[in-house]
């Protein structure tokens, strides 16, 4: 959990009452994420999350912000960012960028079966075609110029195997990008951190969950689909103490999403190399994170192995979606 700005009751108050949400009942900080500073608030107008932006700034938080707002428009169920009377959506909270959007219903699914793989799997797809139209740009922030900016500062804490590995992938990925295939693949705005801890389920009366929601948008930007879905299959369709594809889920993630959007050919034969991509991202990112900490009040990474372990197994068994989608 990571608490960087610590707000007060009275200044989250004041921003509630300007948004017109009534009056703030309560504020809980929550007990998740690494990046913003996050609180639940409670108000007389319904329940909403108030974020504090720690890293990204003014000038890129309308490309966050507004694609929600587009998205929802477009009836993506994703949290809608409030608005002030004249319109806007970017707020100052501590001296810093905030936001509040509405807080989905329902739970994370922390085991999902092949029907919550299938249901995220066809709203990614949704979610990529409702944002083609999206007007504004803005590339990953954490793709491949972030990994070679990010290697040299964490190379120094690593063993040697590790630093092979490291440098091992990061070349077979410049090879990858520099690729014709590569630069065909689909393109638009991403989620790109798309965890079982970002999505929402709610369980119906028979039963079933049903998907609720997405949020966190603020790793989004234009990248290539085909990576967004590798980041998901990373995440949602493995076995967590190996990192080994759980490919009975990747099948049903897959032909659900391509039941709405067909992948191209680039996409289905690219597929392996793209999640050895989305797992390096994610290793890099939590190597980062360990061993070059920012300060906070409550402040827990992740573990990076976990990620290394998925890497591994990237590449020790590459994967590509069935037949059937051919």
Same mark, same amino acid.
């Given at each position: 959990?990571?608490?960087?700005?610590?707000?007060?009751?009275?200044?989250?108050?004041?921003?509630?009452?300007?948004?017109?949400?009534?009056?703030?009942?309560?504020?809980?900080?929550?007990?998740?994420?690494?990046?913003?500073?996050?609180?639940?608030?409670?108000?007389?107008?319904?329940?909403?999350?108030?974020?504090?932006?720690?890293?990204?700034?003014?000038?890129?938080?309308?490309?966050?912000?507004?694609?929600?707002?587009?998205?929802?428009?477009?009836?993506?169920?994703?949290?809608?960012?409030?608005?002030?009377?004249?319109?806007?959506?970017?707020?100052?909270?501590?001296?810093?960028?905030?936001?509040?959007?509405?807080?989905?219903?329902?739970?994370?699914?922390?085991?999902?079966?092949?029907?919550?793989?299938?249901?995220?799997?066809?709203?990614?797809?949704?979610?990529?075609?409702?944002?083609?139209?999206?007007?504004?740009?803005?590339?990953?922030?954490?793709?491949?110029?972030?990994?070679?900016?990010?290697?040299?500062?964490?190379?120094?804490?690593?063993?040697? &195997?590790? #630093?092979? /590995?490291?440098?091992? $992938?990061?070349?077979?990925?410049?090879? =990858?990008? %520099?690729? *014709? !295939?590569?630069?065909?693949?689909?393109?638009?705005?991403?989620?790109?951190?798309?965890?079982?801890?970002?999505?929402?389920?709610?369980?119906?009366?028979?039963?079933?969950?049903?998907?609720?929601?997405?949020?966190?948008?603020?790793?989004?930007?234009?990248?290539?689909?085909?990576?967004?879905?590798?980041?998901?299959?990373?995440?949602?369709?493995?076995?967590?103490?190996?990192?080994?594809?759980?490919?009975?889920?990747?099948?049903?993630?897959?032909?659900?999403?391509? &039941?709405? #959007?067909? /992948?191209?050919?680039? $996409?289905?034969?690219?597929?392996?190399? =793209?999640? %050895?991509? *989305? !797992?390096?991202?994610?290793?890099?990112?939590?190597?980062?994170?360990?061993?070059?900490?920012?300060?906070?009040?409550?402040?827990?990474?992740?573990?990076?192995?976990?990620?290394?372990?998925?890497?591994?197994?990237?590449?020790?068994?590459?994967?590509?979606?069935?037949?059937?989608?051919?």
């Amino acid at each position: 959990m990571a608490v960087f700005t610590e707000v007060h009751f009275d200044e989250a108050a004041a921003l509630a009452a300007r948004l017109g949400l009534g009056r703030l009942l309560t504020l809980k900080p929550i007990s998740a994420g690494i990046e913003n500073t996050n609180y639940f608030a409670s108000c007389e107008r319904g329940e909403y999350v108030l974020t504090v932006f720690e890293r990204l700034t003014a000038e890129q938080l309308p490309f966050y912000l507004h694609l929600m707002k587009h998205l929802a428009q477009r009836a993506v169920p994703v949290p809608e960012p409030q608005a002030d009377a004249s319109g806007e959506i970017l707020h100052n909270l501590a001296g810093k960028p905030a936001a509040i959007v509405d807080r989905l219903r329902g739970g994370h699914a922390r085991a999902p079966d092949v029907d919550h793989c299938e249901q995220v799997g066809a709203m990614l797809a949704r979610m990529h075609l409702a944002g083609l139209d999206y007007p504004r740009h803005q590339p990953n922030l954490r793709g491949l110029p972030w990994w070679d900016e990010t290697v040299p500062l964490v190379h120094p804490f690593l063993s040697e &195997a590790e #630093r092979t /590995l490291v440098d091992t $992938e990061q070349a077979y990925q410049h090879e =990858l990008a %520099r690729g *014709a !295939a590569h630069a065909r693949l689909p393109r638009g705005p991403i989620h790109a951190d798309l965890f079982r801890d970002n999505v929402m389920f709610e369980t119906g009366a028979d039963g079933r969950d049903r998907l609720s929601g997405f949020f966190d948008f603020y790793f989004a930007g234009v990248d290539s689909f085909g990576f967004d879905i590798a980041v998901c299959l990373n995440d949602w369709c493995i076995d967590l103490a190996t990192g080994r594809l759980d490919e009975a889920r990747a099948e049903g993630f897959v032909a659900a999403y391509d &039941a709405v #959007r067909p /992948l191209s050919g680039d $996409e289905r034969r690219l597929m392996p190399a =793209l999640l %050895r991509a *989305a !797992a390096f991202r994610f290793w890099l990112s939590r190597l980062w994170d360990l061993h070059l900490p920012r300060d906070a009040a409550l402040l827990t990474p992740h573990d990076p192995r976990h990620f290394e372990r998925v890497l591994r197994e990237r590449i020790a068994r590459p994967w590509h979606p069935g037949a059937s989608l051919a």
